[in-house]
């Protein structure tokens, strides 16, 4: 044996892949059920409570990112009443397609983009622990490098009949997984 | 039957079960689960006692699609869960969510998480019939 592969053989991941794909499934329906259950306080019409947070997150005190907060300053609070709807769908939708397990690669990406968002928006207020924030967009990650839709979720049901149609969608849904 | 297809029957299984044991429990108006006692972290109001009868028939539709072999069945609650989904978006009123308001103001009492679940049930129970049917 050549004392590269016995390298590669000593720095391997510990856990064997079976492993791995439960412990992605576990951490998928964790962060779904996190989306699921933080759907409960953003209630149309008005999304009150949704608006206070933003608005508080644009203080120069507890700013993350000056462009980040211009943008939502000057294009999101303007529009709430849309973003409100925006926001609520995409986090149905977020906790909907991890707990199930579809299309997980994409959802996870998505769920990144809203963690990185709301982050920017609360992490500095007061009473908020900021790394609450990096943690649950490094869980997205997780799920992504994990592809954890592929075990325990639709993805794993459905990858074999995509894989054998020649189809653009099949081709994205396999991308997506 | 091959081991997807065997997935796919024993998941439409579980999610009936589970949508129609969660309907049960919330027919008093209550709450899944309470903030100090685990699941806390899941603990929301979920319909009212109408939205939760209209839940469990439409998920029993599911159930006994799965277990008499009826793909049609499932489709067919897939396609209800998406119409209560539908409806709860389209019939939030005005007054939801102000001060001193019911937050849950819509035809079915539903809050974000009831439309989560109808949205996962939806699409879970079509996709897995149409997997069903092109397999």
């Known amino acids: ?177 | 039957m091959n081991p997807s297809q065997r997935f796919g029957r024993a998941a439409g299984c579980v999610a009936g079960v589970v949508g129609i044991t969660s309907a049960l429990t919330l027919l008093n108006d209550g709450y899944l689960g309470a903030h100090n006692r685990f699941p806390f972290f899941l603990s929301y109001k979920v319909l009212s006692t109408k939205g939760a009868l209209i839940a469990i028939a439409i998920a029993l539709l599911a159930v006994v699609g799965v277990i008499i072999g009826q793909r049609l069945l499932v489709a067919a609650s897939a396609v209800g869960f998406a119409v209560v989904a539908a409806i709860v978006l389209f019939t939030w009123r005005e007054t939801a969510g102000q001060p001193g308001s019911n937050p849950l103001d819509n035809a079915l009492g539903a809050g974000g998480p009831a439309l989560c679940m109808f949205l996962g049930a939806a699409i879970g129970l079509g996709v897995l019939s149409w997997a069903d049917h092109v397999s």
């Open chain 1, 1 to 177: 044996m050549t004392s590269e592969s016995q390298n590669a053989q000593l720095n391997a991941p510990p856990m064997s892949t079976k492993l791995a794909g439960r412990v992605g499934a576990i951490v998928r329906i964790t962060i779904g059920c996190l989306w699921l259950a933080n759907t409960e306080w953003k209630i149309p019409t008005s999304f009150n409570a949704l608006k206070s947070f933003t608005t508080n997150g644009t203080a120069s005190a507890v700013s993350a990112f000056g462009p980040y907060t211009y943008i939502v300053k000057k294009l999101v609070l303007p529009n709430f009443g849309l973003f409100g709807w925006l926001v609520l769908l995409l986090e149905v939708s977020l906790g909907a397609f991890l707990i199930l397990g579809l299309g997980t690669r994409l959802w996870a990406l998505i769920g990144l983009g809203q963690a990185t968002a709301i982050g920017l928006s609360v992490m500095f207020q007061p009473g908020e622990w900021p790394w609450a924030y990096v943690m649950m967009a490094l869980c997205h990650l997780a799920i992504f490098a994990l592809a954890a839709g592929r075990t325990g979720g639709l993805d794993a049901v459905l990858r074999p009949l995509w894989n054998r149609r020649s189809t653009k969608v099949s081709q994205l849904m396999m991308r997506a997984s």
